[in-house]
């Protein structure tokens, strides 16, 4: 008995499932490449956060706001970073009911050898797009971002 497969219709196909098929690849292929260094791919967004944002203390509510996760949700992921010895909490000097997120010099040298896959995952989403299509793709997106902001 052959399998029926479906073949895609992109022009029928809702935006939303657009959007949830490139999130699940993209998710997909940065988990198969950080298996070997034991992280995930929302422990990965954590890591990038951190040192994208080197130049002040990085709370760990600044870390709920950025990520738009919930708070428990970014604890867990600190906590599973700081038993893999790639983050540091650290009690704020002038505010003592927050804490400040730093990352272990463990955690810079794999951002380091990960920046490379990084930049070749974001060449590979704008491959075959002049400057001014990928000019217009990213005000395109960022305009349903903040639409979906409004629901």
């Not at 940065?30 to 990965?44: P, R, V």
């Not at 400040?100 to 896959?117: F, G, M, Q, S, Y």
Request: proline share 3%; charged share 35%.
């Amino acid at each position: 008995m052959e399998k029926w497969k479906r073949e895609r219709d992109p022009e029928k196909e809702p935006l939303g499932f657009k959007f949830k098929l490139i999130h699940e690849s993209f998710e997909k292929n940065f988990n198969d490449q950080l298996k070997g260094e034991n992280l995930t791919f929302s422990q990965m967004s954590v890591l990038f956060y951190l040192i994208r944002n080197q130049d002040h203390k990085v709370s760990q509510k600044e870390l709920c706001e950025a990520l738009h996760s919930s708070h428990p949700t970014v604890i867990g992921l600190i906590d599973r970073l700081q038993e893999k010895d790639m983050v540091i909490r650290v009690v704020d000097e002038d505010n003592h009911k927050y804490k400040n997120i730093l990352l272990t010099p463990k955690a810079v040298d794999i951002l380091e050898k990960r920046k490379k896959h990084h930049e070749w995952m974001e060449d590979l989403l704008v491959k075959g797009m002049s400057k001014e299509e990928i000019k217009k793709l990213r005000q395109l997106l960022d305009k349903v971002y903040e639409n979906m902001q409004d629901i």
